[in-house]
């Protein structure tokens, strides 16, 4: 037992889960209520911020394992005013993502692979499981926080490990009409970065 004068030796406080740890969570979508249709945000989703910066307030809670219920909060970008940058991010977590929980290799280019990729809306996004690597970034007060900026896929040797039972392939229900996906994104319905304008669901 470390002595009452000296706090050297004491824990530390700061109850982060350790960066680069694998863990199967699920993501809550919290709504900001702001939709935009030409870009595909609906359902009250996306938040806008008062930078004019779109994105998702997510919130990620680890289903099993040692950090189970533990949640980690992180934004995923869909628009800002600086440029496509956080965009960008944000398209390529969700791409992860999509992999990760249906099962996708990143470098698998079949139809079906490319279908699995295309979501109808946020609300497909709303509730889904997948790996992820944990990190540590700041918050706004520049103390330190767990976030998520990356999903482990199948290529990952550790992958079929921690997701534990198999992936759940997305049902007809979940992905009704690839076709009219497909469509959406030839007319560009769903470009939310103002640069290129890449579709949100393909």
Not at 165 to 189: E, K
């Amino acid at each position: 037992m470390g002595s009452w004068n000296d706090f050297n030796d004491a824990q530390s406080n700061t109850n982060l889960i350790p960066k680069g740890t694998l863990a199967k969570v699920r993501l809550t979508i919290r709504p900001g209520g702001f939709d935009d249709p030409s870009q595909g945000w609906t359902g009250g989703y996306a938040t806008r911020g008062s930078t004019g910066a779109v994105y998702l307030n997510g919130e990620f809670t680890v289903t099993e394992g040692q950090y189970a219920r533990r949640k980690i909060f992180t934004l995923i970008g869909l628009y800002s005013p600086k440029g496509p940058d956080w965009a960008n991010m944000g398209r390529s977590l969700v791409r992860g993502m999509l992999n990760s929980a249906r099962g996708i290799s990143d470098k698998d280019m079949s139809a079906e692979a490319q279908a699995a990729r295309r979501i109808n809306g946020f609300a497909d996004l709303d509730g889904i499981e997948f790996i992820a690597r944990i990190d540590i970034g700041t918050d706004t007060n520049g103390d330190d926080k767990n976030e998520i900026r990356s999903a482990v896929t199948p290529d990952h040797r550790d992958y079929a490990q921690v997701m534990g039972a198999a992936p759940i392939p997305p049902t007809p229900a979940q992905a009704p009409n690839f076709a009219s996906a497909a469509h959406q994104t030839a007319n560009g319905a769903q470009a939310p970065a103002p640069h290129g304008r890449p579709s949100w669901a393909d």
